[in-house]
Each structure stands twice: as C-alpha cells, then as structure tokens.
C-alpha cells in the first residue's frame, strides 16, 4: 500500500481534500488487542520490548484505518534513568520524589542513544512496519517535573507550586535538566526516522499566566527551538489563557483541548498554527448521531485554519466503545 503522507501534507501547509485523524493515547486499554499483550508483560516491560511495543503501534492504525501513528511508550518512560524509581500501578508512582536542591542536583543527563535504546530500536522497527508517519514525543518539562516532585499525580500539584516558589533554585535546576534531556531525547527520535514530533504539556494548565510566563514558557520555547529536522507539535491541556505568549512559538501545530473552540484559538492565536483537535474524549460514550453532530461541528470549524489535524481534545479513555472509535474515524474519512 502507498504510503499515506497526508499529516506531513497537513504539516507543510497543502490544502488537502480532508483533514489527518489520529488520536492521543490511540493504543490503549480500550483495546481487546492492547489487552491481550499487556495480560502477559507490565506495562514498563511492554514500553521496553520493542516488538511488542511495535505490535500494540499497529493495531488501532489496523483497526480504524487512522492516518498516523505515535510511538508506544510513556512520557515518563526517560525520566527513569534520570534517578527516580519508577513505576506504573497503572498510574504513575515514584518513590523518591525531588524535594529539595540536592535532590534536583542528583538527577542525571541521558544519553538517549544508549540509556533509551530501546525506544530507539522501537521507533526504527515501528518504522519500518508502518504505511503512515510515526509521531514521537515527551513530556512537556514542567509536566514530567511535576510528576517528579509530587511523585504522583495531583488534582493540585501543591508541592510543584511549593517548591517552585519557596525553592526555586531546586525548581530551575530540574527544569533546566529535563529542559535538556527533553532536546536531546527528541531529537534522538527524530534521527531515527519521526517525520513530527509532539511534546504534551498535560498539567500547564493547573499555574497562573504570570506562572507560566517565568517558570513554564521559557523552558518549552527553548525545547521547541532547539529539535530539528521535524515538525513540532506543542499540546498543552487548559492553556488557552496563555495564547497571547504561546502564539509566539516556533513551531508548526498547537493541541487545542476540547474546552476552547477551534475558531476561539485560531483567532488568539492570529492563525499562525495548524490546529491539532479537539473533540470532548468523553463524546465517545455517546450515541453515533450525537458523535456524527460534533465532528461535524469540528470539521466544518477546521477549514477556516491555517490547518487542521483532527484528534481528541485530550487521550482517549479506557473504557471507550470501540465501535464509535470507528465511526468516528469513519466521519472524518468521509466514508
Ligand atoms: O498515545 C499513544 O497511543 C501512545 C502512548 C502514550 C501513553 N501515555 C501510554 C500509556 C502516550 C503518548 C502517553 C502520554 C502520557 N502519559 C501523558 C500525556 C498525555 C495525557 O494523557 O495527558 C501523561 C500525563 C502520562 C502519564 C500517565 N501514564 C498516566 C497518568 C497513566 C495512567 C493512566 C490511567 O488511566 O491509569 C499512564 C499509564 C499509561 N500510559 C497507559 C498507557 C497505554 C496505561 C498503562 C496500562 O496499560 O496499564
């Protein structure tokens, strides 16, 4: 089968017949398939297998037919040799979270041709298997650093804003390490072969606009800046307060979630982006009319942008029916 380019013609500004649909945390528990290989192995062994991770890539793109894929692994999966034990139970817990300057100091560079080799392999593997461009990604560094310090996730995230406030020099030395290991991290992705890259800024949202402005912005301008050789794509969930500084970045789409309409974020955003979005996940769970209704919604706003690649407006949720998957992979498709 020819290989389906049209994300990367989406990317390059073409005007094409129907938007790319892809959808974030696409391979999943949702999945009958994806359960069955993660019955037998934890769900780090699964990221750290190659094959197998390579194996769950395919089966949503097998199953709906969607125009891209994304790498299998977690955001937290680099922050693991950094120095924090890691682990999944399914969510995220660490047992030694960074409190204090010396725990930021402890916390490594990685080199992620040796130490992430095996998301290298992955990603060549996944490659060479696939008839549609693979996305790779991070972590936002404020999102992983606030899984870092917290250790696990938070509805307030209080001990980030503490240590950011009463300890910021703790705070700066971490971000500026996962600012680093991000770069690198990306990049070693992209010289594997990912045509577009994405980096998810899932908790930006939970700071104030002067926040983001000193402790978040400048650490993902430096990171959108610095990767090469791909199309970046910056998600931050709840952050449609900060477009006044994120319409300054360079790069090629923003995530929009479902929160702010497209036509809302074009206009704030001075249509300089291709949008990335932003179906309510949760719009899954209704009926197919209903689901018909908002894509449609959602289409219609999509032809106004710059671009537009359609997704959800955050990760697909486990216990969503896969058959309204289909069917809305189906709409978008036109068939
Ligand atoms: O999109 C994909 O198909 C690629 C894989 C992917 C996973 N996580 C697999 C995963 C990606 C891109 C992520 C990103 C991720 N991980 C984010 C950013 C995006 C977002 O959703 O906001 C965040 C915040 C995490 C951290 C994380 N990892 C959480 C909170 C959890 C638990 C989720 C839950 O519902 O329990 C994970 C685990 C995880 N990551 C799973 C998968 C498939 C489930 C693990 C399992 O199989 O048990």
Same mark, same amino acid.
């Given at each position: 089968?020819?290989?389906?380019?049209l994300l990367l013609r989406t990317l390059?500004?073409?005007k094409t017949d129907r938007p790319p649909?892809?959808?974030?945390?696409?391979?999943?528990?949702?999945?009958?398939?994806?359960?069955?290989?993660?019955?037998?192995?934890?769900?780090?062994?699964?990221?750290?297998?190659?094959?197998?991770?390579?194996?769950?890539?395919? &089966?949503?793109?097998?199953?709906?037919?969607?125009?891209?894929?994304?790498?299998?692994?977690?955001?937290?999966?680099?922050?693991?040799?950094?120095?924090?034990?890691?682990?999944?139970?399914?969510?995220?817990?660490?047992?030694?979270?960074?409190?204090?300057?010396?725990d930021a100091e402890r916390m490594r560079? %990685?080199?992620?041709?040796?130490?992430?080799?095996?998301?290298?392999?992955?990603?060549?593997?996944?490659?060479?298997?696939? #008839?549609?461009?693979?996305?790779?990604?991070?972590?936002?560094?404020?999102?992983?650093?606030?899984?870092?310090?917290?250790?696990?996730?938070?509805?307030?995230?209080?001990?980030?804003?503490?240590?950011?406030? #009463?300890?910021?020099?703790?705070?700066?030395?971490?971000?500026?390490?996962?600012?680093?290991?991000?770069?690198?991290?990306?990049?070693?992705? %992209?010289?594997?072969?990912?045509?577009?890259?994405?980096?998810?800024?899932?908790?930006?949202?939970?700071?104030?606009?002067?926040?983001?402005?000193?402790?978040?912005?400048?650490?993902?301008?430096?990171?959108?800046?610095?990767?090469?050789?791909?199309?970046?794509?910056?998600?931050?969930?709840?952050?449609?307060?900060?477009?006044?500084?994120?319409?300054?970045?360079?790069?090629?789409?923003?995530?929009?979630?479902?929160?702010?309409?497209?036509? &809302?974020?074009?206009?704030?955003?001075? +249509?300089?982006?291709?949008?990335?979005? #932003?179906?309510?996940?949760?719009?899954?769970?209704?009926?197919?009319?209903?689901?018909?209704?908002?894509?449609?919604?959602?289409?219609?706003?999509?032809?106004?942008?710059?671009? +537009?690649?359609?997704?959800?407006?955050?990760?697909?949720?486990?216990?969503?029916?896969?058959? #309204?998957?289909?069917?809305?992979?189906?709409?978008?498709?036109?068939?």
């Amino acid at each position: 089968m020819a290989f389906n380019d049209l994300l990367l013609r989406t990317l390059n500004g073409e005007k094409t017949d129907r938007p790319p649909i892809w959808l974030m945390r696409q391979a999943g528990r949702y999945m009958k398939e994806y359960r069955d290989v993660r019955s037998k192995v934890s769900f780090l062994e699964l990221c750290k297998t190659p094959e197998l991770a390579c194996e769950v890539v395919l &089966q949503p793109i097998d199953a709906f037919g969607l125009d891209c894929a994304i790498l299998f692994s977690d955001i937290l999966v680099p922050i693991e040799p950094m120095g924090v034990n890691l682990d999944f139970k399914p969510a995220p817990y660490i047992s030694n979270p960074v409190r204090t300057l010396a725990d930021a100091e402890r916390m490594r560079l %990685v080199d992620p041709k040796t130490e992430l080799k095996f998301v290298m392999d992955a990603i060549k593997l996944m490659i060479s298997k696939l #008839n549609v461009p693979l996305i790779g990604f991070s972590g936002a560094p404020f999102t992983l650093a606030c899984y870092m310090i917290e250790g696990e996730g938070s509805k307030s995230f209080l001990e980030v804003k503490k240590l950011m406030h #009463n300890n910021t020099k703790a705070y700066t030395t971490l971000m500026e390490k996962l600012t680093d290991n991000t770069i690198s991290y990306l990049q070693a992705q %992209v010289d594997c072969g990912c045509p577009v890259v994405q980096m998810f800024d899932t908790w930006a949202g939970l700071v104030s606009t002067y926040e983001y402005k000193e402790f978040i912005f400048p650490y993902v301008q430096r990171v959108a800046e610095s990767v090469k050789g791909a199309h970046f794509i910056y998600f931050a969930k709840d952050s449609s307060s900060f477009y006044p500084m994120i319409k300054k970045l360079n790069c090629a789409a923003l995530g929009v979630d479902w929160k702010t309409s497209l036509k &809302q974020a074009d206009a704030a955003l001075e +249509h300089k982006f291709v949008l990335q979005g #932003n179906m309510d996940p949760a719009l899954l769970f209704a009926d197919k009319d209903t689901i018909t209704k908002y894509a449609n919604i959602i289409l219609e706003e999509g032809k106004s942008l710059k671009g +537009h690649i359609f997704n959800l407006g955050h990760g697909i949720m486990p216990q969503t029916p896969v058959e #309204n998957v289909k069917h809305l992979v189906d709409i978008v498709k036109g068939v």
